[in-house]
């Protein structure tokens, strides 16, 4: 089956500190990947999203590549600002019915 | 605006309760799904519907009905056959028609807390 393994956090950073995050799954087929982020008390938010290898998706200074190869989708953003802090979903779709797998959740903490 | 509407954003129960957690959708979309999340944990599904008058259970639909008379609303009850129903639940749904069926696009939740 699918599964989505992400980095335990909580990942703590200074602001304007280089952010990694990164995603590894396992599924069948050709899966469409994404991230999404949830602030505080809130709903999840689509960050961005790639539909096949090598694509890039990219969102308000956040990227991450589809890559195949390492079956991986790792999130990146070059300075992370206070606001940024919120946990970070990363998960996939695959298959009939476009359900989504998502990985456990990981929660960024950026300090002034 | 186009969004999805969850309501209320807390709900209280009382043991021995059902209780329906509402979402509505403006975005002309087939698919709706509910999800539960407990803290610090990633999303379960509980049902999901592709279409009108039809849905299908997820991972964990025991204690859990909903219906699908309206394409725009998906309500869900939690029953009091659920153990453990204290949790924040997320409605979301997918596929405007001739579009890509594969981005889901979740509401603010509901934060339900059994007393």
């Known amino acids: 089956g699918n599964s989505v393994t992400q980095m335990e956090g909580p990942v703590t950073l200074s602001e304007e500190a280089f952010l990694t995050i990164n995603c590894t799954y396992t599924?069948?087929?050709?899966?469409?990947l994404f991230w999404y982020v949830q602030y505080p008390g809130e709903g999840l938010q689509l960050l961005l999203k790639?539909?096949?290898?090598?694509d890039k998706g990219s969102n308000k200074g956040f990227e991450a590549t589809y890559r195949k190869e390492t079956t991986s989708f790792h999130l990146e953003k070059g300075s992370v600002q206070v606001s940024d802090s919120a946990v970070y979903f990363c998960?996939?779709?695959?298959?009939?019915?476009?359900?989504?797998?998502f990985g456990g959740g990981t929660r960024l903490m950026v300090k002034p | 605006d186009g969004g999805i509407t969850q309501s209320p954003k807390y709900l209280f129960r009382k043991e021995g309760q059902n209780v329906t957690l509402s979402c509505e959708q403006n975005?002309?979309?087939?698919?709706m799904y509910w999800y539960r999340q407990d803290p610090g944990q990633g999303l379960r599904l509980i049902y999901y519907s592709q279409i009108v008058n039809d849905f299908q259970k997820g991972d964990i639909a025991e204690g859990y009905s909903v219906s699908r008379e309206k394409k725009e609303s998906f309500p869900l009850t939690v029953t009091s056959a659920q153990k453990n129903p204290t949790a924040f639940y997320l409605c979301?749904?997918?596929?405007?028609?001739?579009?890509?069926?594969?981005?889901?696009?979740f509401g603010p939740g509901t934060r339900l807390t059994v007393l």
């Open positions: 790639a539909t096949k290898a090598d």
């Open positions: 979301a749904s997918s596929a405007p028609p001739g579009e890509s069926t594969d981005t889901q696009y």
């Open positions: 998960a996939l779709t695959s298959g009939a019915g476009n359900m989504l797998t």
């Open positions: 599924a069948t087929g050709y899966p469409s």
């Open positions: 975005l002309n979309h087939d698919a």
